[in-house]
């Protein structure tokens, strides 16, 4: 402790050099503190499940050719029952999107009815899932309260004209959102509709297609509907049996043209497993998220070297009076002390600036990007990290330092 | 004298093979991580139509329900209705104009083994073609005419030329869309805007283009349904015509500003028509010109906004760095300018061979930068999003790469330097 005075009295003499390394540190404790806080929302992203079991989970886009409206009722049934005969296939179902595959259909849910005249939000928002019976065992979802539908409850209807006075199974998140006193089971729930859907099941958990952020306020609210919808573009999801997956992935496609082959199965994401369709839904949250870490170590690398070569070379130019404080009884530890408390005195100057810094530039992000507020741990764990960057930087040159000879005191060159 | 600057720049350089090493390495990626995040800004704030992108504007209205509509504080519809798309056509107050739609159309190949594949088309008018300047290497545009009558013809791009009919003289052939025969009138060039404008979602607009390009009304009439549809009650989008969906785009071309002051005058007088007949509720509009429609959409995606802004903390972290070690450098050689300036050297000769050292390390930095950011761009390329095929380096961003490589080393240099030439050459000596 009794060494700061003089350890301020020698950087006063090396201003520009104690100014660079505390704004180099400052500058990377900013951007490494929002890099930091980037890659965990990211990741938390990334990792966000959608209540399916998504293992040995299937995908497959179909549009029929030359055929659309009612007339692909029947060549869907066909399709199907192909399927679900299939060796190797669990359970197969028709559905008009999934999560994690973008495009849905999405609309506002209400406990009462909309009203034309007095327009309100709704309570919620929500997707709409049109599929079958075979929805819950296909996607592997978690029923936790009332019961599947009935296959004579299971319709097909015309995408552009139908009423959703119908049984639904909805989310819990979405039961929860619109009866919170968790009596949700047998209401009704109004789907921009004048006419109420009754509750019949409830789902532990179903996400919607989008991943976006826009979708963030209702990411887990969803109403699966027993219709199916006529028109020549469908989702075909299988369930394949445990360790038919490989194999399924071919013979599905294969099935589907012997059953009909007037239709197109797209060469690209046609047939996608669930893995897939979960790298591709978030391959660009993994890339920045991999971006911001190579650039956190970079960074940190960069600033090391930094200070290793400054302390490196105040070493140098030292050792001359280095040698004179050794000759006056200072021992190694001294010596090594000297420059590490150095470090540790311009390392808290740039931290403080560093934090400051840190805490300006999310809040210009948050007022630019879709972001959060940055969590002040985040701020509190950089700062500590470049400390002890700092000191390990350090480290060598001072060791370097402190086994100078006192008979460098000696020596005028 | 600048030789003998470079020689000693050269010599002290190679003297701190590690350091040198590490002000180079650090420049460059620094330098690389900012070429690579900007080529990509560049690519996505693009000019789709140089040269004429500053004469196309693009009318917005608003056609929406008075309910929740709060005076000044809405904006006017990103697409038109059919009736106010045709009635804005019709009224023709724009030197060139063009309704545009884009769908997706089954392209049936004429050879039986063939299977049937879906292809991007674009249901436009007559001028639209000429407007934007697709240049044709057979036939030609369709005429006012043939949009009128709905007549089954269509343009085809060159791609698609190549897949369907190896690349020969198609025009006067037939081409089957939807199961309806279409008579081919021309084959463009290549024309690829980027991005393409014309598509509302503009995230997914870049790449090869679109494959087919026929009247709006043959289009719908062979049921060519666009893709973005947005109506504001329940509809019956089977009829779009008569539907309250708004699904059509409008380009107008005004060739300088009086034209433009003129157009808006027209399209408010023809929004307080529609409020006066009560079909309209709204009184706010718009005609950005492209450009000015690319912002308003977003074209940009927040991610590469963000990363170009980490890139040039990054920069800037490098280049701290790089005075850091340049100032530690050039304060060891104290006795060295000390010496030199005993015998005769002058202060700005002092500065000079500084400023030369530190424009070596710039250059070597740029080069290897210029390595990084191929590099950056090379794993831009392998992402998913649709413009990353896109994304190269062209000459001008090559010689950009070295103007700022080298600027950052000068900048980065100055203060070493000042301070070197600031040396005084006595107390030098004297410890000597």
Known sequence: MMQIKPILAALKRHKAGTVLIALQIALTLAIVCNALFIIRQRTEHLSRPTGLTESNLLAVSNRWVGADGKATESLTETDLAALRQQAGVADATMINSYPLRGGGWSLGADTKPSDKDNVRRPTAQTTLYFTDEHALSTMGLKLVGGRNFRPEEVRWVDPRDFETNVPVIVSQALATKLYPDGHALGKPVYLSSTKPATIIGIVERLQVPWTGNWAANFAENSVLLPFLLQGNFGNYLVRTRPGEMARMTKAVPALLFKTNRMRVIPEERGVRTFAEVREQAYKSDRGMAILMGVVCAVLLAITAAGIVGLTSFWVGQRRKQIGVRRALGATRHDILSYFLTENLLIGAGGVIVGAALAIGMNLWLVSHFEMERLSLAYVAVGVIALLLLGQGAVLAPAMKASRVPPVEATRSV | ?432
């Open chain 2, 1 to 432: 004298m600048f030789g003998y600057y470079l020689q000693l720049a050269l010599r002290s350089l190679g003297r701190n093979r590690v350091l040198t090493t590490l002000m180079v390495l650090a420049l460059a990626l620094g330098i690389g991580a900012c070429i690579t995040t900007l080529a990509v800004l560049r690519l996505l704030s693009g000019d789709p139509l140089p040269g004429r992108s500053a004469q196309l504007y693009y009318p917005q209205i608003d056609p929406y329900p008075k309910d929740g509509y709060v005076p000044g504080e809405s904006k006017p519809q990103e697409n038109l209705t059919w009736v106010d798309a045709n009635e804005l056509f019709a009224a023709h107050r724009a030197q060139r104009q063009a309704l545009v739609a884009l769908g997706s159309a089954k392209i049936q190949p004429r050879d039986a083994g063939g299977r049937p594949f879906f292809g991007d088309a674009v249901m436009t008018t007559a001028e639209f073609l000429p407007m934007v300047g697709a240049p044709f290497r057979y036939g030609g545009a369709w005429s006012a005419a043939d949009d009128a009558a709905g007549a089954r013809v269509v343009v085809i791009a060159g791609f698609l030329n190549q897949k369907l009919f190896g690349g020969a003289n198609s025009v006067g052939r037939t081409l089957r869309l939807n199961g309806h025969d279409f008579r081919v009138v021309g084959v463009l060039d290549r024309f690829s805007p980027q991005p393409r404008f014309y598509a509302i979602n503009l995230g997914r607009s870049y790449g090869d283009g679109d494959g087919v390009f026929l009247p709006l009304r043959a289009g719908r009439a062979v049921k060519l349904d666009p893709y973005s549809v947005s109506c504001w009650e329940a509809a019956d989008i089977e009829h779009l015509e008569t539907a309250p969906c708004m699904w059509l785009g409008l380009w107008v071309e005004l060739p300088d500003a009086a034209a433009v002051a003129n157009y808006k005058r027209f399209l408010d007088g023809y929004v307080r028509e529609q409020i006066a007949r009560g079909r309209f509720h709204r009184t706010d509009t718009a005609l950005p010109d492209l450009m000015q429609w690319l912002r308003d959409e977003n074209v940009v995606p927040d991610d590469a906004r963000l990363q170009a802004g980490l890139a040039f903390g990054f920069l800037l972290i490098c280049v701290t760095n790089t005075i850091g070690l340049l100032l530690a450098k050039c304060l060891r050689r104290s006795r060295e300018i000390g010496v030199r300036r005993a015998l005769g050297a002058t202060r700005g000769a002092i500065f000079g061979q500084f400023m030369v050292e530190a424009a070596i390390v710039g250059l070597a930095g740029g080069l290897l930068g210029l390595v990084f950011a191929e590099l950056g761009l090379w794993g831009i390329r392998h992402q998913p999003a649709e413009y990353a095929e896109l994304a190269r380096l062209d000459l001008s961003m090559f010689v950009f790469t070295f103007i700022v490589a080298l600027l950052s080393a000068l900048v980065a240099g100055l203060l070493p330097a000042w301070r070197a030439c600031a040396v005084a050459p006595a107390p030098q000596l004297k410890s000597a």
